[in-house]
């Protein structure tokens, strides 16, 4: 049996919270269907550049896939490596999350075509998210939220 092959990459991206904290931005891909057999939904985030940092990053994937037009760093939520088959591939993926604050609801463009942005509680957002992975980082983002507005 061949030896499968391996993609190593680095990524970074958010938990967004709108002002009042009371809601989560997770984006919903309507043509990809996750193992619950409902569209797939997911944190904003994508690939580390060369040359650039975590939190540049995180920021840039964010704004990009959002359409948000500005978000604020509240917290480092940390970084965890996630690996998962794709296609003919083991994927290792260091990932790296900051907890983000949208300024506001004025002046927001559109997200990218492939995604649909919806604010969900905190808990629906646990509920909602397809892969574990993710909902651990609303876990640590809801904590450190907790910590910040205490």
């Given at each position: 049996?061949?030896?499968?092959?391996?993609?190593?990459?680095?990524?970074?991206?958010?938990?967004?919270?709108?002002?009042?904290?009371?809601?989560?931005?997770?984006?919903?891909?309507?043509?990809?269907?996750?193992?619950?057999?409902l569209p797939?939904?997911?944190?904003?985030?994508?690939?580390?550049?060369?040359?650039?940092?975590?939190?540049?990053?995180?920021?840039?994937?964010?704004?990009?896939?959002?359409?948000?037009?500005?978000?604020?760093?509240?917290?480092?939520?940390g970084h965890?490596?996630?690996?998962?088959?794709?296609?003919?591939?083991?994927?290792?993926?260091?990932?790296?999350?900051?907890?983000?604050?949208?300024?506001?609801?004025?002046?927001?463009?559109?997200?990218?075509?492939?995604?649909?942005?919806?604010?969900?509680?905190?808990?629906?957002?646990?509920?909602?998210?397809?892969?574990?992975?993710?909902?651990?980082?609303v876990r640590?983002?809801?904590?450190?939220?907790?910590?910040?507005?205490?």
């Open positions: 049996m061949p030896e499968q092959l391996v993609r190593r990459y680095s990524a970074a991206g958010g938990v967004v919270v709108e002002p009042a904290g009371d809601h989560v931005l997770v984006l919903v891909v309507a043509d990809h269907i996750g193992p619950a057999s797939e939904a997911r944190l904003p985030k994508g690939h580390i550049e060369p040359g650039e940092g975590r939190a540049q990053a995180a920021v840039r994937e964010v704004l990009e896939e959002t359409g948000l037009t500005a978000v604020e760093i509240l917290a480092d939520l965890q490596a996630v690996e998962f088959d794709y296609e003919d591939r083991r994927v290792i993926r260091d990932e790296s999350y900051f907890l983000m604050l949208v300024p506001s609801r004025e002046g927001w463009g559109e997200p990218e075509l492939k995604f649909q942005r919806s604010w969900l509680t905190w808990d629906d957002a646990l509920a909602r998210l397809t892969y574990e992975s993710e909902r651990e980082w640590r983002g809801r904590s450190a939220w907790a910590g910040i507005r205490l």
